[in-house]
């Protein structure tokens, strides 16, 4: 077990003092992510004899639901904010998420990434019109990192999941889901780094329960939820193929939207997760990788109940061709 840490609020301050992320922003990001991209599927599956559902969100454009989160921060950028460009933290599906809105929009992105950032994300992440600044994980700060590119450069700092503009945009995958199912789902079962996107839907769905999923010994979520404030990872945290899952701690923004709203968060082993992906491959025609697998993890492993009006989300599936075929090739 890797040792926590815990902080208090002023070591994690709200990003955005002035703003919190609302129920009507989501709305408002919900119509302007309809304008520009169809509604990812919502897919039937069966799990211990019930047939509930997975929101392929692995099927987006940048194949990652982090594109809405960038879409709709990038767009609420003012005109003066725009010309200075931003700046974002990544491991890749948050940095092809900006870079898509960014080179969309017209404005200039710079994204801090791990040089051992999985190469199928990397090569995205630049091709799609960005500017990738590399740094060592472990062993760099991420975060000193970026904020000294957006003290030099004055550009805007587009964090992956303690923004409100970013959590509202992640939340309007809950609009769709209430439009596709016909009515809110009983629960949302909920892939989660730092609890962008499981803020997002707790504000889109009210009457949803929310359970958040993490890696075993990167559920810096869960634990937060049940200390009833911010903990983060120690110096020592254990190995995870979810490359995505991997925030030392949430914000005091996702967690004050959270708390008192998410059910006791859940973690799953490399293992299980290795499962989900070989599900998805062979029930579903998805390709998948690990921190997008984390929920259907959970669902499959019977770590959260499932219903009929279950939604699980399958959030990414930005995986390189050889770790995937061995993933699908494996027991």
């Not at 669902?299 to 399958?314: N, Q, R, W």
């Amino acid at each position: 077990m890797c040792s926590i840490l815990y902080a208090t609020p002023r070591e994690y301050p709200t990003l955005t003092e002035q703003r919190e992320p609302t129920r009507e922003g989501v709305l408002a990001a919900a119509q302007s992510i309809a304008a520009i991209l169809p509604p990812a599927p919502l897919l039937p599956v069966e799990i211990g004899g019930v047939m509930a559902h997975v929101k392929a969100e692995s099927l987006q454009p940048v194949g990652a639901f982090k594109i809405r989160g960038g879409w709709w921060r990038l767009s609420n950028l003012t005109e003066e904010e725009r010309e200075r460009g931003v700046v974002a933290v990544s491991s890749g599906n948050h940095a092809q998420g900006v870079a898509w809105a960014a080179r969309r929009l017209g404005i200039s992105a710079t994204i801090v990434m791990p040089r051992n950032a999985p190469k199928v994300k990397l090569e995205a992440t630049r091709a799609l019109g960005a500017e990738v600044v590399l740094y060592e994980r472990p062993g760099e700060d991420r975060d000193e990192v970026a904020a000294k590119l957006v003290a030099e450069r004055g550009s805007v700092l587009v964090h992956a999941f303690g923004d409100p503009w970013v959590i509202e945009g992640q939340g309007s995958a809950g609009v769709e889901i209430e439009t596709q199912l016909g009515h809110a789902p009983s629960r949302l079962v909920v892939c989660c780094g730092g609890g962008g996107l499981a803020a997002g839907l707790a504000l889109a769905c009210p009457d949803s329960a929310i359970h958040v999923v993490e890696p075993e010994g990167w559920d810096m979520v869960g634990r937060s939820l049940a200390a009833g404030e911010i903990v983060r990872a120690g110096p020592n945290p254990p190995s995870t193929i979810c490359d995505a899952l991997q925030p030392d701690a949430t914000k005091t923004i996702n967690l004050a939207v959270l708390q008192g709203r998410a059910e006791p968060g859940v973690a799953v082993t490399d293992k299980e997760v290795r499962a989900a992906q070989r599900f998805a491959f062979a029930k579903l025609n998805l390709v998948v990788e690990p921190g997008g697998a984390a929920a259907l993890a959970a669902a499959l492993s019977g770590k959260v109940p499932v219903d009929e009006d279950t939604v699980i989300m399958v959030t990414g599936g930005n995986t390189d061709a050889a770790s995937f075929a061995a993933t699908i090739g494996g027991d």
